[in-house]
Nanobody, 115 residues
């Protein structure tokens, strides 16, 4: 069973940047579609961006042009570069991996955008 561990969250001022990382425990990572989701207080979890095993990407409209999702299959690691952060980006960010019937979540990392 693959495990996902996020890191890189924290407190940042509006307009700032953060890079999240998600380390996967198994080589199955290389064939998984990976994604970042977020959940703001009082709201449902939503997709931020995802990336297929061959590198095709998809972004939710609110982050298009500001966030970049990337993966390093040699390191079994997923990244999310977040730029021009806004208060509305505050939430818990979760890493997700899917392949066939397998659907795995990380424990989440808190991102707070505030002055």
């Amino acid at each position: 069973q693959v495990q996902l561990v996020e890191s890189g969250g924290g407190l940042v001022q509006p307009g700032g940047s953060l890079r999240l990382s998600c380390a996967a425990s198994g080589s199955i990572f290389r064939i998984m579609t990976m994604g970042w989701y977020r959940q703001a207080p009082g709201k449902e979890r939503e997709l931020v961006a995802n990336i297929t095993h061959v590198g095709s990407t998809n972004y939710n409209d609110p982050v298009q042009g500001r966030f970049v999702i990337a993966r390093d299959n040699a390191k079994n690691t997923l990244y999310l570069q977040m730029n021009s952060l806004q208060a509305e980006d505050t939430g818990v960010y979760y890493c997700n991996g899917k392949v066939n019937n397998l659907n795995v979540w990380g424990q989440g990392t808190q991102v707070t955008v505030s002055s």
